[in-house]
């Protein structure tokens, strides 16, 4: 079978772009020579004076459907590499009728206005300027026609089945229909007289290419039926090789591809001679913290010649800010020859969670396994960050560094919501600064507080809206809490916790009654606590005031409906900040264990120092974004289980990133889960 470029994955290559051009090439010229570069000739088809366009249709399909019945027999064609297109019954009918109008108005069609186009007709030029004003309008108004653009959804609708007919019976009605369709276009003509006459060799030839048609069509009876499903989509494999492909999917399937970062750190623990450790990240990034004797590859130079003196013996170990280029590294060194290298899982940022973190932030809550994390984590901490000893130097490798640690994140002020601990401690006697306390225990609080704070639990923001529970509550409700605690549209908030991601939940909320000013504190109570600035057990009486929201400023909360919309339209990315077992289905708190299909990954705590409340630096933090596909202009939803912890990654990409449409889902995962009709994936297990 050949497949197709869409059942290939090869659309948005190179041969798709050749292919669609010289399609395009072709297409062009056989309509100009069918005559429709010409709007006079187009709309003929109206008062009944030229049929080309209803000749030239039934021509189109009847040639498409018997030569799809011959390559399907022939084996030329896959018949489940053809994509078609879904029937939405609203957007099609009122589509149509426009279409219908501005082909009788305009005698245009994007097609044959860009055929037109190219013969310099102005008004083709015109029409094609009015399809891209009315594609922008579209844009900017589909909250209002987007129930229409969806509703009345059927799926793709087949004729064939539509109808119970066989589709080779199909094919020959076609065809006997387009003869008829072709001698009553003709017959209309002659009676309008505004064509020359059929002359008797064009009548005869006319007749032939009829039979010819009706006999090719009526051939596809007697064809052999089309090769079953699990055949017909068993096409070659994409490896050159089908032994090596085999070999590489059964390492896939063994879990044989990749490392687990605990595991590595012990074999260099150890001082294991044959391993290699290659990073395969940008020179600058590599400088700002590695692992310990990694040597710096940068992708794109890992055939170059550094990387083509890589051993083939021994065990290579690849890694980068996430898995996806040294899956992609693994792939092609596979294929050239290598078999000795593993992927770590998760890189760098895996490596940091599961050998440098605390066990007090992994999530393990058995005493047991959490004494073992414990000690292992303080000798792997011991030995990758404080010990300056080294490990026997892998072959080749480079001159270890001092390390350095990831760099914080330079506040960015209060214009851009995150202030230091140092900003406040120089605003604290400000009349119009109100400080809000929202750690968890209101007994730490009474304990202790930075001075003039007032306690909010983040939890009473939230409560079960429309059978969710842990939504944000309304913003009418929301300010009456505000207001409760003294807080006034005109005053400067600044929110802080021991957990960034309990103060970035109430800025979300602060955001979404329209309050101007207002910021994290980065680094929170652990950064002031450390840096011995003021605190205290007093307790402010705040005089409760009128707070009035914004109405219409919520525009960045997105439901579940919406979330569903954007995931068939595929232009959006929806970031899934769960912990990676939450995400691949091997731990659930919900009915539904899994993640949204085509949904990206990546935990919120990867985007913080370790052991702090604070963001790592902006442009480590963009670097390694940007190679999970998402930069400035990316389209993004933010998710996790309830909305808390993708606050966190919310507020980090619009505010410090800058990210231009970045959307945060307030059901997350709870909300998406309980919804049976909608899909799941779940990752394969290793």
Same mark, same amino acid.
Request: proline share 6%; aromatic share 10%; charged share 20%.
């Given at each position: 079978?050949?497949?197709?470029?869409?059942?290939?994955?090869?659309?948005?290559?190179?041969? %798709?772009?050749?292919? =669609?051009?010289?399609?395009?090439?072709?297409? %062009?010229?056989?309509?100009?020579?069918?005559?429709?570069?010409?709007?006079?000739?187009?709309?003929? $088809?109206?008062?009944?004076?030229?049929?080309?366009?209803?000749?030239?249709?039934?021509?189109?399909?009847?040639?498409?459907?018997?030569?799809?019945?011959?390559?399907?027999?022939?084996?030329?064609?896959?018949?489940?590499?053809?994509?078609?297109?879904?029937?939405?019954?609203?957007?099609?009918?009122?589509?149509?009728?426009?279409?219908?109008?501005?082909?009788?108005?305009?005698?245009?069609? !994007?097609?044959?206005?860009?055929?037109?186009?190219?013969?310099?007709?102005?008004?083709?030029?015109?029409?094609?300027?009015? &399809?891209?004003?009315?594609?922008?309008?579209?844009?900017?108004?589909?909250?209002?026609?987007?129930?229409?653009?969806?509703?009345?959804? &059927?799926?793709?609708?087949?004729?064939?089945?539509?109808?119970?007919?066989?589709?080779?019976?199909?094919?020959?009605?076609?065809?006997?229909?387009?003869?008829?369709?072709?001698?009553?276009?003709?017959?209309?003509?002659? #009676?309008?007289?505004?064509?020359?006459?059929?002359?008797?060799?064009?009548?005869?030839?006319?007749?032939?290419?009829?039979?010819?048609?009706?006999?090719? =069509?009526? %051939?596809?009876?007697?064809?052999?039926? =089309?090769?079953?499903?699990?055949?017909?989509? &068993?096409?070659?494999?994409?490896?050159?090789?089908?032994?090596?492909?085999?070999?590489?999917?059964?390492?896939?399937?063994?879990?044989?591809?990749?490392?687990?970062?605990?595991?590595?750190?012990?074999?260099?623990?150890?001082?294991?001679?044959?391993?290699?450790?290659?990073?395969?990240?940008?020179?600058?990034?590599?400088?700002?913290?590695?692992?310990?004797?990694?040597?710096?590859?940068?992708?794109?130079?890992?055939?170059?010649?550094?990387?083509?003196?890589?051993?083939?013996? %021994?065990?290579?170990?690849?890694?980068?800010?996430?898995?996806?280029?040294?899956?992609? &590294?693994?792939?092609?060194?596979?294929?050239?020859?290598?078999?000795?290298?593993?992927?770590?899982?998760?890189?760098?940022?895996?490596?940091?969670?599961?050998?440098?973190?605390?066990?007090?932030?992994?999530?393990?809550?058995?005493?047991?396994?959490?004494?073992?994390?414990?000690?292992?984590?303080?000798?792997?901490?011991?030995?990758?960050?404080?010990?300056?000893?080294?490990?026997?130097?892998?072959?080749?490798?480079?001159?270890?560094?001092?390390?350095?640690?990831?760099?914080?994140?330079?506040?960015?002020?209060?214009?851009?919501?995150?202030?230091?601990?140092?900003?406040?401690?120089?605003?604290?006697?400000?009349?119009?600064? #109100?400080?809000?306390?929202?750690?968890?225990?209101?007994?730490?609080?009474?304990?202790?507080?930075?001075?003039?704070?007032?306690?909010?639990?983040?939890?009473?923001?939230?409560?079960?809206?429309?059978?969710?529970?842990?939504?944000?509550?309304?913003?009418?409700?929301?300010? #009456?809490?505000?207001?409760?605690?003294?807080?006034?549209?005109?005053?400067?908030?600044?929110?802080?916790?021991?957990?960034?991601?309990?103060?970035?939940? $109430?800025?979300?909320?602060?955001?979404?009654?329209?309050?101007?000013?207002?910021?994290?504190?980065?680094?929170?109570?652990?950064?002031?606590?450390?840096?011995?600035?003021?605190?205290?057990?007093?307790?402010?009486?705040?005089?409760?005031?009128?707070?009035?929201?914004?109405?219409? $400023?919520?525009?960045?909360?997105?439901?579940?409906?919406?979330?569903?919309?954007?995931?068939?339209?595929?232009?959006?990315?929806?970031?899934?900040?769960? !912990?990676?077992?939450?995400?691949?289905?091997?731990?659930?708190?919900?009915?539904?264990?899994?993640?949204?299909?085509?949904?990206?990954?990546?935990?919120?705590?990867?985007?913080?120092?370790?052991?702090?409340?604070?963001?790592?630096?902006?442009?480590?933090?963009?670097?390694?974004?940007?190679?999970?596909?998402?930069?400035?202009?990316?389209?993004?939803?933010?998710?996790?289980?309830?909305?808390?912890?993708?606050?966190?990654?919310?507020?980090?990409?619009?505010?410090?990133?800058?990210?231009?449409?970045?959307?945060?889902?307030?059901?997350?995962?709870?909300?998406?889960?309980? #919804?049976?009709?909608?899909?799941?994936?779940?990752?394969?297990?290793?």
């Amino acid at each position: 079978m050949t497949g197709t470029l869409y059942s290939m994955g090869l659309l948005d290559s190179v041969c %798709g772009l050749a292919a =669609a051009g010289l399609i395009g090439l072709l297409f %062009g010229l056989f309509l100009e020579q069918a005559g429709f570069g010409s709007s006079r000739k187009l709309v003929s $088809v109206f008062y009944f004076r030229d049929m080309s366009v209803i000749k030239v249709m039934f021509t189109a399909v009847v040639t498409a459907l018997v030569g799809y019945q011959y390559l399907v027999a022939w084996g030329w064609l896959e018949p489940n590499g053809i994509y078609v297109l879904d029937t939405y019954w609203g957007a099609q009918i009122v589509g149509g009728l426009l279409f219908g109008v501005g082909f009788v108005i305009g005698g245009w069609c !994007p097609g044959t206005a860009l055929a037109g186009m190219a013969s310099l007709k102005l008004d083709a030029v015109v029409f094609l300027l009015g &399809a891209v004003l009315g594609s922008i309008l579209f844009n900017e108004t589909f909250a209002l026609v987007g129930p229409l653009y969806e509703g009345g959804h &059927a799926g793709a609708l087949l004729l064939s089945d539509s109808f119970q007919i066989s589709p080779k019976i199909l094919t020959v009605l076609f065809a006997v229909a387009a003869v008829f369709a072709f001698s009553g276009c003709t017959w209309i003509e002659n #009676r309008r007289a505004s064509t020359r006459p059929e002359s008797p060799p064009a009548r005869s030839r006319n007749r032939k290419l009829a039979a010819a048609m009706l006999i090719l =069509a009526a %051939g596809t009876l007697l064809l052999p039926p =089309a090769p079953p499903v699990a055949e017909a989509t &068993a096409a070659a494999p994409p490896f050159g090789d089908p032994a090596l492909a085999a070999s590489i999917l059964s390492e896939v399937d063994s879990a044989g591809d990749h490392i687990d970062p605990v595991d590595l750190a012990d074999l260099l623990m150890v001082g294991r001679t044959d391993l290699l450790v290659v990073d395969l990240r940008a020179p600058e990034i590599y400088a700002g913290f590695h692992i310990r004797s990694a040597v710096n590859i940068p992708l794109g130079q890992l055939f170059s010649a550094a990387g083509a003196n890589l051993p083939k013996t %021994g065990l290579i170990v690849l890694y980068s800010n996430g898995t996806t280029h040294a899956a992609q &590294a693994w792939y092609a060194l596979r294929e050239s020859g290598w078999d000795n290298i593993r992927v770590l899982t998760d890189g760098i940022a895996g490596f940091w969670r599961d050998c440098l973190t605390p066990p007090s932030l992994s999530g393990v809550i058995d005493e047991v396994s959490a004494n073992k994390r414990l000690d292992g984590y303080r000798a792997r901490r011991t030995f990758f960050l404080e010990n300056t000893l080294l490990p026997k130097a892998a072959p080749a490798a480079a001159p270890q560094e001092t390390f350095v640690p990831p760099p914080a994140l330079a506040e960015p002020g209060l214009a851009q919501h995150l202030v230091s601990t140092q900003w406040l401690a120089s605003h604290l006697d400000d009349s119009d600064l #109100r400080v809000l306390d929202v750690r968890l225990k209101s007994t730490d609080y009474t304990t202790r507080h930075i001075p003039g704070a007032v306690y909010l639990n983040f939890e009473n923001l939230r409560a079960t809206i429309r059978g969710i529970p842990n939504m944000l509550v309304s913003a009418e409700d929301l300010s #009456r809490m505000f207001g409760q605690l003294g807080i006034s549209n005109d005053d400067t908030v600044i929110v802080y916790s021991d957990q960034l991601r309990d103060a970035t939940l $109430v800025a979300v909320a602060l955001e979404q009654v329209g309050h101007p000013n207002y910021a994290v504190l980065h680094g929170g109570w652990g950064k002031w606590t450390a840096e011995n600035r003021a605190i205290t057990s007093d307790l402010p009486s705040p005089k409760a005031v009128d707070y009035k929201f914004l109405e219409d $400023v919520d525009t960045f909360t997105v439901d579940v409906d919406q979330v569903a919309r954007a995931v068939r339209e595929g232009s959006t990315v929806i970031l899934d900040v769960r !912990p990676a077992d939450y995400y691949s289905g091997k731990k659930s708190d919900e009915p539904r264990a899994g993640h949204i299909p085509g949904a990206k990954n990546r935990e919120y705590t990867l985007d913080l120092l370790p052991d702090t409340a604070s963001y790592q630096a902006a442009d480590v933090l963009r670097e390694q974004y940007r190679q999970m596909g998402i930069d400035e202009d990316t389209p993004i939803i933010v998710h996790c289980r309830t909305g808390h912890q993708a606050s966190q990654t919310y507020f980090l990409l619009k505010h410090v990133l800058k990210v231009e449409n970045v959307r945060w889902f307030d059901g997350s995962w709870l909300a998406w889960s309980a #919804r049976p009709d909608l899909p799941i994936d779940v990752a394969p297990k290793d």
